[in-house]
């Protein structure tokens, strides 16, 4: 209901907008010219947002599960962290969106460099944010292993990881945050399909509405994977 | 049974934290550590249990049986030991699942029958009081069954009657174990101690108490009086370590 409200909000801001400055509509289209884009073209933006999304899917969730593997790697093995740290330090500074063009270049034009992009993207925070969680076990409990005399895999298994759950989410939230970025990012580097390269295409002829539409089909998705995560982190209860 | 010595000098990294140390701790009794905050209470407790840390004790630290202590000693803290994410029956078993044993929930429900807590077994720590939460720790304790059990300022968190329902509740199911309790309540100490030390920098000192058994009532006169000069020494020890040399 509230969100209704807010949408409502937006909506009537955005064309008056429209109304009080009567920029010409190639340059921002009202919202009924682009619900008519929407409505309209939505074969076109259907059979690109599913390209889109796949390329999304795939690279999510082969980042969290390569972050995610990666972290757990990190927490329990010292041999890993001294070798991987500084190099996962030095990749964060590295921004990977700059890499499009070169894994553009290697992968092709087709789904692989948006799906690798995508999952390179979120790999860091992931696993930046996974790690600093697994290893901030309080030190109660870290009394608590020793006493038990809990062997590392299982001080992972059974409090670290519990312990560590909050963290996991945050990563989670950032990846859902940067994995649209980069999936277009992909698209607009060198595309023949998806919603990234609809709104390259249709900026080029002037179809602003077209634009516009392609951009609302990208936001409702980034809402659907951020709805889903938040329901993940509330609902899902740990044994 | 087992009994516990303690000999030496405690260090903390590089500086000296208790010298000459001499603690023998009855088997199957309660030896009790009193002392100012920061003298190093807390740190005998993580010694004793087995702990790591910064510090260390040029001396010995031996069982009356000569076996060695490791995984023989059971420690409870003040709070922050109980998993926020589990239930009570899973924080009661989580030693054994840590250790890769199959965990005993049916004796974990009577544990936690025993120390008051039979229908909230399904609960988790959010939604318990600090007192219960402290049954919890004190049935692990007890599923733990080890010969020696630490109490490191365990019910300082709680407020006076449900403190002195806990002493009485630790005193009464902990009973025959060789228990160590480091606290700073004279009361506590009076009522639930065998022995009792006032610890300093350069040592242990011997405490009277009364000679009644434990735990012994908090009315009684013989404890009152015993409370009374125990605070007194207390205040003492207090004014002479901040009147003296550093």
């Known amino acids: ?239 | 049974m087992t009994a516990l010595n303690l000999q030496g000098d405690l260090w903390m990294g590089a500086a000296p934290l208790i010298r000459n140390l001499s603690l023998d701790m009855p088997a199957g009794q309660c030896s009790c550590l009193l002392g100012a905050s920061g003298i190093g209470k807390s740190t005998i407790a993580r010694l004793v249990a087995g702990l790591s840390g910064p510090h260390r004790l040029e001396g010995r630290l031996e069982a009356s049986d000569g076996v060695p202590l490791g995984g023989r000693v059971a420690l409870m803290a003040q709070g922050g030991q109980l998993l926020p994410w589990a239930d009570l029956v899973q924080n009661v078993t989580i030693g054994a699942r840590l250790r890769g044993v199959r965990p005993d929930t049916t004796r974990a429900r009577a544990l936690l029958a025993q120390v008051g807590l039979a229908g909230l077994e399904g609960r988790r720590p959010g939604q318990l009081s600090g007192g219960q939460c402290q049954r919890v720790a004190l049935a692990r304790v007890l599923i733990e069954d080890r010969p020696v059990v630490v109490l490191d300022e365990p019910f300082s968190a709680l407020d006076s009657p449900t403190r002195l329902a806990m002493q009485d509740l630790a005193a009464r199911l902990l009973r025959g174990r060789t228990v160590i309790l480091i606290t700073h309540d004279p009361l506590e100490a009076v009522r639930l101690a065998d022995k009792a030390w006032l610890l300093s920098s350069h040592g242990a000192e011997r405490l009277s108490l009364p000679q009644s058994p434990t735990p012994r009532d908090y009315r009684a006169s013989q404890v009152l009086s015993a409370q009374a000069s125990l605070l007194a020494r207390l205040q003492r020890d207090m004014a002479c370590s901040r009147i003296g040399p550093a």
């Open chain 1, 1 to 239: 209901m509230r969100a209704m409200l807010a949408l409502g909000f937006a909506l009537a801001l955005w064309q008056g907008v429209v109304w009080a400055t009567a920029v010409p509509a190639f340059i921002l289209p009202g919202p009924a010219r682009v619900l008519n884009a929407l409505w309209s073209n939505a074969a076109l933006l259907w059979e690109h947002a599913q390209f889109t999304a796949v390329n999304l899917l795939t690279g999510m969730v082969a980042g969290i599960a390569l972050g995610v593997a990666t972290a757990l790697n990190l927490a329990l093995s010292p041999g890993a962290r001294l070798l991987l740290r500084p190099m996962l330090i030095f990749a964060q500074a590295v921004p990977i969106f700059a890499l499009a063009p070169v894994l553009t270049l290697w992968l092709g034009y087709g789904a692989a460099s948006k799906t690798v992009i995508v999952m390179l993207v979120i790999y860091f925070p992931v696993t930046s944010a996974y790690f600093d969680g697994l290893m901030r076990l309080p030190a109660p409990l870290d009394d608590l292993a020793q006493q038990m005399q809990a062997p590392p895999l299982r001080r992972l298994l059974f409090l670290q990881v519990p312990n560590a759950r909050p963290a996991l989410f945050s990563g989670l939230r950032l990846a859902v945050v940067y994995a649209p970025f980069a999936v277009i990012i992909g698209e607009w580097v060198g595309s023949s399909r998806g919603l990234g390269y609809l709104m390259l295409m249709a900026n080029g002829r002037g179809q602003t509405d077209l634009m516009f539409a392609a951009l609302m089909v990208l936001a409702a998705k980034s809402l659907i994977l951020f709805w889903l995560v938040e329901k993940l982190a509330k609902d899902r209860v740990p044994a």
